[in-house]
């Protein structure tokens, strides 16, 4: 993606079901877990890079032994900081203590790190803030070892301010506003509850209060707790969970906006928000591979008995579409294909931009995650020139020489490498002052290629701000002078902002929005901006549900190719000589190419939650007022 987009997280989460000296026979050593989750947690980097975070749980530990252990980093490297800091501490164990070195019982009763319950975490700095306290797994301490708990997710709550106000009215001090603490103390309410009351029961029934230990872990119901916990939750969300004694759960959103896939068999249980992060990481096939549905939670007790649970009632499925155009990995099967029906999908107004002509256009994308769907172009461009190529032979009526047919047939598309992006300057990009130049140098360009007779056509995988395009690529791109440049994004126009987890947070920094805007001013139109705030303040005392989301009437007057065309004028400007072009994918392609995931109210305003509605009214109200805040 040509705008940086930052995504908050991934989540990864290991529970094995054999004792650990089952794994050190088998593979050859008990830190099985801890080695599958550093491959986890890598093959899942492409979630957050800000940030990193493991903790482990081991089972049935004597009174006295440490049975939890965590580790978070923010270093450059974080996912390499935490897991050399592992590596570092059980070396050394070893080192001091040799008789540790094949007595599995003697590694897990004195080297932290090795347990059967593990769960790691990849983030994003959101916000601006990127301090250790922000990063997961978060951890609820207690000395009853049911009521420890730790937790992290993939999620945003819309409505945290109600729901910190839920924890004051049932008696709680929260430390802090932030989502991950409410949402933790939240399920820590509800848990310390059910321990509580498990326990007066034992008692009623005649346990001493060392025999209710185990007994409170069985009984212990997470579904019950979670279904409490989760009943007031507005959000796209993956929440990951440990209780101190080994039970484990992973509950997702009603509406499926985030995901999560996993997998069992004798040996593990696994968790992740990447399907083919299973699949490489444990060598498993597709199809055994399951994703998580909506609303309900794949829970393991510490027996190892394992159910999938609906917790909350399930909604319209609006998983998160922008998953399937650029966050997710590629290398998922389902994924690969849909990003190469984008590029496919988008070929006809391609071709419309050029006039056909395909003999005097390059083809090329903005690297990396545009190269699959430039692969699905490319393929609708040899279908068109097949076509053409056939047509042309037919009408020769078998009269063509064969150096005539040689040289239709020798006509294929224009591939190069245009834009090649030189990562390391993403860094040294801070400082307001020296930004547009740095910007401009993000990316290069490959010279010598490019006649001025020649379109120039480059997909994208979505225009968020359009900054890097303005700024660097199409300035750069008229360097090679070519006639026109067509700029293709696989996505939709991005104009509304997202709350469900991904950092878009300000309307006025979308490039769709700043359009429209610049087409009310052109039409003598721009009172409808007045006339939405005042809509949008009317509603600002509403209840979430009755709440209507009037940002759409910024752009109800006109269609998309006009708002494509103002984008187009927007990105191009007098600096630049070359005919410049913004084509984006129409709504109903997406939805075409990615039919589990119809997730789309970034680009139509459509939120399935009630909290979205009052989101992007705030976001409006912020702008409208000239408020440098987030809307959340």
């Given at each position: 993606?040509?705008?940086?987009?930052?995504?908050?997280?991934?989540?990864?989460?290991?529970?094995l079901?054999?004792?650990?000296?089952?794994?050190?026979?088998?593979?050859?050593?008990?830190?099985?877990?801890?080695?599958?989750?550093?491959?986890?947690?890598?093959?899942?980097?492409?979630?957050?890079?800000?940030?990193?975070?493991?903790?482990?749980?081991?089972l049935?530990?004597?009174?006295?032994?440490?049975?939890?252990?965590?580790?978070?980093?923010?270093?450059?490297?974080?996912?390499?900081?935490?897991?050399?800091?592992?590596?570092?501490?059980?070396?050394?164990?070893?080192?001091?203590?040799?008789?540790?070195?094949?007595?599995?019982?003697l590694?897990?009763?004195?080297?932290?790190?090795?347990?059967?319950?593990?769960?790691?975490?990849?983030?994003?700095?959101?916000?601006?803030?990127?301090?250790?306290?922000?990063?997961?797994?978060?951890?609820?301490?207690?000395?009853?070892?049911?009521r420890?708990?730790?937790?992290?997710?993939?999620?945003?709550?819309?409505?945290?301010?109600?729901?910190?106000?839920?924890?004051?009215?049932?008696?709680?001090?929260?430390?802090?506003?932030?989502?991950?603490?409410?949402?933790?103390?939240?399920?820590?309410?509800?848990?310390?509850?059910?321990?509580?009351?498990?326990?007066?029961?034992?008692?009623?029934?005649?346990?001493?209060?060392?025999?209710?230990?185990?007994?409170i872990?069985?009984?212990?119901?997470?579904?019950k707790?979670?279904?409490?916990?989760?009943?007031?939750?507005?959000?796209?969300?993956?929440?990951?969970?440990?209780?101190?004694?080994?039970?484990?759960?992973?509950?997702?959103?009603?509406?499926?906006?985030?995901?999560?896939?996993y997998?069992?068999?004798?040996?593990?249980?696994?968790?992740?928000?990447?399907?083919?992060?299973?699949?490489?990481v444990?060598?498993?096939?597709?199809?055994?591979?399951?994703?998580l549905?909506p609303?309900?939670?794949?829970?393991?007790?510490?027996?190892?008995?394992?159910?999938?649970?609906?917790?909350?009632?399930?909604?319209?499925?609006?998983?998160?579409?922008?998953?399937?155009?650029?966050?997710?990995?590629?290398?998922?099967?389902?994924?690969?294909?849909?990003?190469?029906?984008?590029?496919?999908?988008?070929?006809?107004?391609?071709?419309?931009?050029?006039?056909?002509d395909?003999?005097?256009?390059?083809?090329?994308?903005?690297?990396?995650?545009?190269?699959?769907s430039?692969?699905?172009?490319?393929?609708?461009?040899?279908?068109h020139?097949?076509?053409?190529?056939?047509?042309?032979?037919?009408?020769?009526?078998?009269?063509?020489?064969?150096?005539?047919?040689?040289?239709?047939?020798?006509?294929?598309?224009?591939?190069?490498?245009?834009?090649?992006?030189?990562?390391?300057?993403?860094?040294?990009?801070?400082?307001?002052?020296?930004?547009?130049?740095?910007?401009?140098?993000?990316?290069?360009?490959?010279?010598?290629?490019?006649?001025?007779?020649?379109?120039?056509v480059?997909?994208?995988?979505?225009?968020?701000?359009?900054?890097?395009?303005?700024?660097?690529?199409?300035?750069?791109?008229?360097?090679?002078?070519?006639?026109?440049?067509?700029?293709?994004?696989?996505?939709?126009?991005?104009?509304?902002?997202?709350?469900?987890?991904?950092?878009?947070?300000?309307?006025?920094?979308?490039?769709?929005?700043?359009?429209?805007?610049?087409?009310?001013?052109?039409?003598?139109?721009?009172?409808?901006?007045?006339?939405?705030?005042?809509?949008?303040?009317?509603?600002?005392?509403?209840?979430?549900?009755?709440?209507?989301?009037?940002?759409?009437?910024?752009y109800?007057?006109?269609?998309?190719?006009?708002?494509?065309?103002?984008?187009?004028?927007?990105l191009g400007?007098?600096?630049?000589?070359?005919?410049?072009?913004?084509?984006?994918?129409?709504?109903?392609?997406?939805?075409?190419?990615?039919?589990?995931?119809?997730?789309?109210?970034?680009?139509t305003?459509?939120?399935?939650?009630?909290?979205?509605?009052?989101?992007?009214?705030r976001?409006?109200?912020?702008?409208?007022?000239?408020?440098?805040?987030?809307?959340?």
């Amino acid at each position: 993606m040509s705008d940086a987009l930052k995504h908050e997280c991934g989540i990864a989460l290991i529970r094995l079901l054999k004792p650990l000296e089952y794994y050190k026979e088998k593979y050859g050593s008990a830190f099985y877990g801890v080695n599958k989750m550093y491959l986890m947690m890598e093959k899942q980097h492409n979630r957050g890079q800000d940030g990193a975070g493991f903790a482990s749980i081991k089972l049935d530990t004597a009174p006295g032994e440490r049975y939890i252990s965590r580790v978070r980093s923010i270093a450059q490297q974080p996912i390499q900081d935490i897991f050399a800091q592992i590596n570092e501490r059980i070396n050394e164990e070893l080192t001091t203590h040799p008789e540790y070195q094949d007595d599995v019982a003697l590694q897990k009763k004195n080297i932290p790190y090795i347990g059967e319950v593990l769960l790691g975490h990849v983030r994003y700095g959101t916000f601006g803030k990127n301090s250790v306290e922000s990063v997961h797994p978060f951890l609820r301490q207690n000395n009853w070892m049911h009521r420890n708990l730790i937790v992290a997710g993939n999620f945003n709550m819309t409505n945290v301010n109600e729901l910190f106000d839920n924890l004051i009215e049932i008696g709680q001090h929260p430390k802090e506003k932030a989502d991950t603490i409410t949402v933790m103390e939240k399920i820590g309410h509800f848990l310390d509850d059910a321990v509580s009351k498990i326990y007066k029961d034992l008692k009623k029934e005649g346990y001493n209060k060392n025999e209710c230990s185990p007994l409170i872990a069985e009984r212990l119901k997470v579904g019950k707790i979670l279904k409490h916990a989760a009943k007031n939750w507005d959000g796209g969300y993956a929440m990951a969970g440990l209780l101190g004694h080994g039970d484990s759960f992973v509950l997702r959103d009603p509406s499926g906006i985030r995901p999560a896939y996993y997998y069992k068999d004798d040996e593990i249980v696994v968790v992740a928000s990447e399907r083919p992060v299973i699949q490489t990481v444990f060598n498993v096939p597709f199809e055994e591979v399951k994703e998580l549905d909506p609303g309900h939670a794949i829970i393991t007790k510490k027996s190892g008995e394992t159910k999938i649970k609906k917790i909350l009632e399930p909604l319209e499925r609006k998983a998160c579409s922008f998953e399937r155009v650029y966050f997710s990995r590629g290398s998922d099967a389902e994924i690969y294909q849909e990003r190469k029906m984008l590029g496919r999908l988008l070929m006809p107004k391609v071709l419309k931009a050029i006039n056909n002509d395909t003999k005097n256009s390059v083809f090329s994308y903005i690297p990396n995650t545009a190269e699959t769907s430039f692969f699905g172009m490319i393929e609708s461009v040899e279908d068109h020139l097949n076509k053409k190529k056939t047509e042309s032979i037919l009408n020769g009526d078998g009269k063509l020489s064969s150096e005539k047919v040689t040289e239709i047939l020798s006509e294929r598309p224009r591939i190069e490498k245009i834009a090649i992006k030189d990562v390391k300057l993403r860094t040294f990009i801070t400082e307001d002052s020296s930004r547009d130049d740095l910007v401009a140098h993000v990316y290069d360009v490959t010279y010598g290629v490019i006649k001025p007779t020649d379109n120039l056509v480059i997909i994208d995988d979505s225009i968020v701000r359009g900054t890097t395009l303005k700024k660097s690529i199409i300035k750069m791109m008229d360097r090679l002078n070519p006639k026109k440049i067509v700029v293709v994004s696989s996505a939709p126009q991005i104009r509304y902002i997202d709350c469900y987890g991904i950092d878009m947070a300000n309307l006025e920094t979308l490039i769709a929005f700043k359009a429209a805007l610049e087409l009310l001013k052109d039409n003598n139109q721009y009172h409808i901006v007045e006339d939405i705030y005042k809509k949008c303040i009317a509603q600002v005392q509403m209840k979430d549900k009755n709440i209507i989301n009037y940002v759409k009437e910024i752009y109800a007057n006109f269609t998309d190719e006009q708002i494509s065309d103002k984008i187009s004028e927007l990105l191009g400007g007098d600096d630049i000589n070359a005919e410049v072009k913004i084509i984006f994918q129409p709504v109903e392609n997406l939805h075409k190419a990615c039919p589990k995931n119809l997730g789309d109210w970034y680009f139509t305003g459509d939120y399935p939650t009630v909290g979205g509605n009052r989101v992007v009214n705030r976001a409006f109200i912020n702008f409208y007022e000239g408020n440098n805040e987030r809307a959340y």
